[in-house]
């Protein structure tokens, strides 16, 4: 799906002219005497200082109109409103830096070039919420991102920025790194919990809600890497000029992650309501410049939009949505001319046969049966009924499981069908792919 950008040189790195959150970042200044320079945890001291009330602070954010970066979208000030204050036991804050969706890798970027953006982030979320603890969930696979985190939270320990009575004031946060496993269920908030806790990461019924019931039992709230590392510039400039960034219900900066292709892959950061062809161009264009056939807009669980409907559209969560796709997580997947829906599609279905933790049976039996349905159809051994098929298959798992994994399955499958359906056909038929000279 492209080459990776992850571990490019830091001339590589890209993150747009209206970057926020990866302002100014080369590569190599990531350590804590370098955020500070950049203004960094002025906003945790502002708050300490001038002893801001945390309804205030959880105030600014819902007028920031931030949302959540990791996919849902759901107001981040909304859902910190949720925690009870008044709870007398032990209250808990996650972030979820388990990134593995397909085509995702923005997140791994402010932890290896900005993570202590995150920690006075989670420092700030902790104190309007009244947590005393806090954990940094880091995908399994990206080891070096784990060490250089735990380096930096020594720093912020050592600068008495995080631990007891920080910055000599009475508010205490104890945060800490933990290690994944690679596994992609884990980046549902609930499997989560169960994974920070010792268990297999499978995922809980809800209700109740981690703000009820979350981590240990207790009330705990969970928010996505990008998220909590945009807190600090909001409360340090204010809510309303972060929402002026964007567009109204989608404020500030984006960052996102484009593959496949593109000139230039890579973490591109601009703000909500940018046209999709300005990030395109960002991007450096189509590689080759070969026509653009289709984009998955928001990672691989996002319904595909072909290009004449894509070509229209502003990168905001609204926008996208309208057009009968999702925002989600900000991983852009550009496909050309030359891409085959029927292997693009194979492709995506195998990883969440692969991935499916196996608890709830439409999931567990019905990403098998997508994944060899469109295998066959690949191979030159599909039949005419099969689309239809997979389509009572897709709409049999959507929506009948514990977790949105069985979504993410099934809406690959219906949009490649409902956009490309004359692709498969063909494929049907003459036992053979559509696109001329397919590589």
Known sequence: ??????????????????????????????????????????????????????????????????????????????????????????????CNSDEGEPGTFKDRDILRYNPHSLF???????????????????????????????????????????????????????????????????????????SLEGKKGMPRFKPPFPASYGLYGKPTTINNTETFAAVPWIIRNGGQWFLDLGIPNNGGTKIFSISGDVERPGNFEIKLGTPFS???????????????????????????????????????????????????????????????????????????????CGQCTPCREGTGWLWRMVDRIENGNGRPEDLDVLTSVADNIQGRTICALGDAAALPVKSFIKHFRAEFEHHIAHKQCIVPAYV
Not at 300 to 313: G, K
């Open 120 to 194: 006075e982030g989670m420092a700030i979320a902790a104190y309007a919420m009244g947590c005393a603890r806090g954990y940094n969930y880091v995908h399994g696979e990206i080891w070096d991102v784990y060490e250089r985190c735990e380096e930096a939270i020594a720093e912020a320990y050592e600068a008495g920025l995080l631990g007891n009575d920080i910055l000599g004031s009475d508010f205490s946060f104890h945060l800490y790194n933990h290690h994944g496993y690679g596994a992609y269920i884990c980046g549902e908030e609930t499997a989560l919990l169960e």
């Open 278 to 356: 300005t990030l395109l161009e960002m991007a450096g264009g189509m590689r080759g410049g070969r026509p653009l056939k289709a984009v998955i807009p928001g990672g691989s669980s996002a319904p595909v939009l072909p290009a004449e409907i894509m070509m229209d559209l502003t990168m905001d969560y609204d926008a996208i949505a309208k057009a009968g796709s999702m925002l989600g997580s900000g991983a852009v997947i550009v496909l050309n001319d030359t891409r085959c829906m029927v292997k693009s599609l194979l492709r995506l279905s195998y990883f969440y046969y692969e991935e499916s």
């Open 1 to 94: 799906m492209g080459r990776p950008i992850l571990n490019a040189p830091a001339e590589f790195i890209d993150y747009g002219p209206d970057a926020v959150l990866l302002a100014g970042l080369n590569g190599r200044n990531w350590r804590l005497a370098d955020y500070v320079q950049r203004g960094g945890y002025d906003a945790l001291k502002k708050i300490l200082a001038e002893k801001i009330p945390p309804e205030q602070v959880v105030a600014e954010v819902k007028k920031s109109a931030l949302r959540g970066r990791g996919g849902a979208g759901f107001p981040t000030g909304l859902k910190w409103s949720f925690m009870p204050r008044q709870f007398p036991g032990d209250k808990y804050l996650v």
